[in-house]
């Protein structure tokens, strides 16, 4: 008797501790919407900062300032002297020792705050990579997992008047049943990655809204805007200044309210990417934005942009930068990338594989350039996971959540390369799917798939998540990873849903720039050469690609991987890019900017 009840209380405490565990977790809040235009004080700049690569600062309590209380008494870590980084920043490349290093790194700041009545205060990260443990004068507030999207932890009753410090443990990490796992083709850059902010609010705000056009509309606009705090029943103004429009409603006892309005709008397009000021104004809070207005759907086999039939002329992006080896976060950053993709003619930049930093969506939308906005639902992800379904739902949340107003973003994109076959993957991949099409039913939705077979120069694309996807997105490797096995302008394709846009999401080869006169017709020459052969045969190609809508080669830039170390040729980096890591165009940049030109 005496053993069960010791087996009862074993497993009471065990649950207790979960709860601790799961509630610590996921404190993180949802950011709130549109934080440019809030009451903002920057926290980036130098922060000091601990290695742990031995990941002991939890036991040792890294986040407490250690104090002497004797003469005996020392300490085996100190903030004091420590080394600076800069943040936003990802730590690998600001010190030469930490290039490939993935583990904890502790950060501290300190900062001064003069409160004020009637306001609220909040702690607002851009992105952490991978998981982040945020302490606020030696108090946890919580944590969060997923690198390249927001999150802000309520501070209002923890902040002090005065000094604060402010400490992070961040660790990069690979887990198994991580999102992405512990394969991926990109170097791991560590470390607050994007901006850290402290926002004041009214007690009652303007925590979130949407205003797009309706789905299938070009006139009507429609959306809805959410408050957060006591007073929850206020009047709303919607204010377009350039159309005269003031569009009035009142919150309900939930601080919600919907709004629909008809309006004659010049709508955003990659020829004229047009931008209007909107006001939101409730009785506690205002915002402002600048908002574009564009349709986008299929019609059978058609994209259709504002109802016209437009080819998708993408590229795919790292969020690198070549020249700085470093990941990319500033709008300097963010202009060379897009730039470059226009120069090279592109429409749409596909941000793989995991969702960009806001300055590039921003910068996109006024440039004219869509955008396709990925999940870092990548290859090797444990399905299987109990916590994996939630975990991807969250990251769909605050991915939408952030960029649902910023019309350039066209695709939802849901998953790169998983591998059809088992039921876990088809059914997680299902419901987020359908959770996705329920949060935003304006934009396109996809999955990218590269299991497509290849026998006999012919193409069988199948994929039980097409069904549910908008595009049928193939990655294709033709010429590189598998020879060609007849002319590609003899190319035969079966296609599931045959009625479906089909988008080549992947395809190219590698080659190192300026390697050339080398022997052209073998692939280990890694010669220009080869490569542009390879963009040659593959334009040849498309001719034969039933319902094309679109191509995107991979890759714009050559990047940093750690899966790519031959020594003469790659050096850690993966070149299947259109321009080196330099900025030198390599042959096949010509043999794209031609095809795009004559599109």
């Known amino acids: 008797m005496n053993k069960k009840r010791e087996k009862i209380a074993l497993k ?9 565990l799961f509630c610590n977790y996921s404190q993180a809040q949802t950011a709130m919407a549109n934080i440019e235009s809030r ?17 002991i600062g939890g036991w040792k309590k890294f986040w407490r300032e250690p104090k002497a209380q004797k003469k005996t008494d020392f300490f085996e870590y100190s903030f004091t002297g420590a080394t600076e980084l800069n943040v936003p920043g990802d730590f690998n490349s600001q010190l030469c020792e930490l290039t490939f290093y993935e583990g904890a790194v502790w950060y501290k700041k300190t900062f001064t705050v003069s409160k004020k009545k009637n306001s609220r205060q909040f702690l607002h990260f851009g992105a952490v990579n991978y998981i982040a443990d945020v302490y606020l004068n030696e108090e946890k507030l919580g944590s969060h997992e997923g690198g390249f999207t927001p999150f802000q932890f309520e501070i209002t009753d923890k902040i002090k008047e005065g000094n604060n410090t402010l400490i992070v443990k961040v660790d990069n990490q690979r887990l198994e049943n991580g999102i992405p796992g512990y394969g991926y083709d990109w170097l791991n850059y560590g470390g607050i990655t994007r901006d850290v902010n402290l926002i004041e609010t009214q007690n009652t705000y303007i925590d979130d809204y949407s205003i797009q056009l309706k789905k299938g509309s070009l006139n009507t606009i429609l959306g809805w805007i959410q408050l957060n705090g006591t007073k929850s029943n206020q009047k709303i103004k919607v204010k377009i200044p350039e159309l005269n429009i003031v569009y009035k409603t009142k919150t309900d ?24 000021k909107v006001i939101i104004e409730s009785e506690t809070d205002s915002l402002v934005d600048e908002i574009g207005f564009r349709s986008i759907e299929v019609r059978g086999s058609e994209v259709l942009l504002n109802k016209k039939v437009i080819f998708i002329k993408a590229v795919n992006i790292h969020e690198e930068n070549p020249m700085k080896k470093s990941r990319a976060f500033s709008l300097e950053d963010a202009r060379l990338l897009l730039n470059s993709a226009k120069e090279l003619g592109c429409n749409l930049v596909r941000l793989a594989h995991y969702p960009h930093n806001e300055n590039m969506i921003k910068e996109a939308e006024k440039m004219g350039l869509m955008v396709w906005s990925e999940l870092p639902i990548y290859q090797n992800i444990k399905f299987s996971d109990s916590l994996v379904p ?17 019309c350039s973003v066209m695709v939802w994109s849901l998953s790169n390369e998983t591998y ?7 059914k997680a991949l299902i419901a987020l799917t359908k ?19 290849y026998t006999n120069n012919a193409f069988n694309v199948w994929d039980p998540l097409y069904e549910y996807s908008d595009l049928i997105a193939v990655n294709e490797y033709i010429g590189w990873y598998i020879p060609w096995q007849g002319r590609p302008s003899e190319t035969k394709w079966k296609i599931d849903f045959p009625n479906k846009p089909v988008f080549i999401s992947e395809f190219g080869g590698e080659a190192l720039f300026g390697n050339r006169n080398v022997p052209t017709d073998q692939a280990s020459s890694w010669s220009e050469e080869y490569q542009e052969q390879i963009y040659k045969n593959q334009i040849e190609m498309f001719k034969t690609i039933p319902n094309l809508s679109g191509v995107c080669p991979w890759i714009l830039y050559d990047y940093r991987s750690l899966g790519r170390m031959h020594p003469m040729y790659q050096k ?13 165009k390599k042959k096949a940049w010509y043999i794209m900017y031609d095809y795009y030109k004559g599109k």
């Open 12 to 20: 009471k405490k065990i649950l207790v501790t979960l709860i601790i």
């Open 39 to 55: 009451n903002l004080t920057s926290l980036n700049g130098k922060w000091n900062v601990l290695l742990d690569p031995g990941n």
């Open 572 to 584: 850690g980096y993966n070149r299947k890019g259109l321009i080196s890591e330099n900025g030198e």
């Open 390 to 406: 939630k975990k991807m739902e969250i990251m769909l949340k605050e991915m939408i959540g952030r960029d649902k107003n910023r």
């Open 435 to 453: 959770k996705c099409k329920a949060i935003d039913t304006t934009r396109l939705i996809t999955h990218v798939i590269n299991t497509q077979g």
């Open 420 to 426: 059809p076959g088992t039921q876990d993957r088809d």
């Open 253 to 276: 006892d939930r601080g919600f309210t919907k709004l629909e309005f008809s309006a004659r709008l010049k709508l955003w397009s990659p020829d004229s990417p047009k931008l209007y």
